[in-house]
């Protein structure tokens, strides 16, 4: 079956990075898209990054210069490089594949970005 497993999320300071990880099984990673999500207190689920099955990458403007989204194949893992965190980054960070017409999610990782 489709697993996703978040790891890496954590406490950071604002101006600080963390680097998550998303470690998948269950269906051929090379032909999924890949994106991250995160989620905040009270608020809607909102796309972080996406990088298709060729590479190419989507951010929003919240995030653009600060977050980069990469793909190792071989290793079927997604990792979110986060830099320059914001209060405002503070939220559940969630895995999402995009295969054959289906999405499947990880448990997600919290990240707090707090003084």
């Known amino acids: 079956q489709v697993q996703l497993v978040e790891s890496g999320g954590g406490l950071v300071q604002p101006g600080g990075s963390l680097r998550l990880s998303c470690a998948a099984s269950?269906?051929?990673?090379?032909?999924?898209?890949m994106s991250w999500y995160r989620q905040a207190l009270g608020k809607e689920r909102e796309l972080v990054a996406s990088?298709?099955?060729?590479?190419?990458?989507n951010y929003p403007d919240s995030v653009k210069g600060r977050f980069t989204i990469s793909r190792d194949n071989a290793k079927s893992t997604v990792s979110l490089q986060m830099s320059t965190l914001k209060l405002e980054d503070t939220a559940v960070y969630y895995c999402?594949?995009?295969?054959?017409?289906?999405?499947?999610w990880g448990q997600g990782t919290q990240v707090t970005v707090s003084s």
């Open positions: 999402n594949a995009w295969f054959r017409g289906q999405d499947f």
């Open positions: 990088i298709s099955m060729l590479g190419g990458t």
């Open positions: 269950g269906f051929t990673f090379s032909l999924a898209g």
